[in-house]
């Protein structure tokens, strides 16, 4: 079955990988990653052959390799949910909430592979959270995800957000977490 994966077309799209190559230099780990998820799912990356367990039966499927690759769009969400998954035993048992941070359009090009200025996203994320939280009486836990992407796979550098919605040392009732300010 074809699955269309974005990532892939753009790169694909009139030979643009191949064009952007030639006339750029491109480290050896950014050109694995690329023709890894270039090749993910094709006949390059390997085939796995199926065979129905009936001895009467002839029925054989053939599946392609993928690249398991974090610069996949495919792979590399697999690769965060089975991280997710084992990260569980660690976290808090309790009910989560999930907040996006975005900004202006006209700011991403500042952030634009400046990774001094993402990692700063981070810092500054967390420590509005705490805050507020404090302001609340409550002391929360937090993990978070930078996306330097949206969607359409356009620059868009937001913040991802899991937030603990009541006091991670205190999970009664009335400590519940929220952004609006308390009367």
Same mark, same amino acid.
């Given at each position: 079955?074809?699955? *269309?994966?974005?990532?892939?077309? %753009? /790169?694909?799209?009139?030979? @643009?990988?191949?064009? /952007? =190559?030639?006339? !750029?230099?491109?480290?050896?780990?950014?050109?694995? +990653?690329?023709?890894?998820?270039?090749?993910?799912?094709?006949?390059?990356?390997?085939?796995?052959?199926?065979?129905? +367990?009936? *001895?009467?039966?002839?029925?054989?499927?053939?599946?392609?390799?993928?690249?398991? +690759?974090?610069?996949?769009?495919?792979?590399?969400?697999?690769?965060?949910?089975?991280?997710?998954?084992?990260?569980?035993? =660690?976290? *808090?048992?309790?009910?989560?909430?999930? =907040?996006?941070?975005?900004?202006?359009?006209? %700011?991403?090009?500042? /952030? !634009? !592979?400046?990774?001094?200025?993402?990692?700063?996203? /981070?810092?500054?994320?967390?420590?509005?959270?705490?805050?507020?939280?404090?302001?609340?009486?409550?002391?929360?836990?937090?993990?978070?995800? %930078?996306?330097?992407? @949206?969607?359409?796979?356009?620059?868009?550098?937001? =913040?991802?957000? +899991?937030?603990?919605?009541?006091?991670? %040392?205190?999970?009664? *009732?009335?400590?519940?977490?929220?952004?609006?300010?308390?009367?």
């Amino acid at each position: 079955m074809y699955i *269309p994966r974005p990532a892939k077309l %753009l /790169f694909q799209y009139d030979d @643009g990988w191949n064009l /952007f =190559i030639e006339n !750029n230099h491109v480290d050896e780990w950014q050109l694995l +990653s690329v023709e890894k998820m270039l090749a993910c799912s094709t006949c390059a990356m390997g085939v796995r052959r199926y065979c129905c +367990s009936s *001895p009467e039966c002839s029925h054989s499927r053939f599946f392609c390799q993928t690249c398991k +690759s974090k610069a996949c769009s495919a792979c590399g969400l697999k690769g965060t949910e089975q991280w997710i998954a084992q990260q569980r035993h =660690i976290l *808090p048992d309790c009910e989560w909430q999930h =907040i996006t941070l975005t900004m202006p359009h006209l %700011l991403w090009p500042f /952030f !634009n !592979n400046n990774w001094y200025l993402l990692n700063q996203l /981070f810092l500054c994320t967390a420590r509005a959270m705490l805050k507020h939280a404090k302001r609340q009486g409550l002391e929360i836990g937090i993990f978070c995800a %930078l996306h330097a992407y @949206g969607r359409q796979l356009n620059q868009h550098p937001h =913040i991802h957000l +899991s937030v603990t919605r009541g006091d991670s %040392l205190n999970m009664t *009732p009335g400590n519940r977490f929220s952004l609006k300010e308390r009367r």
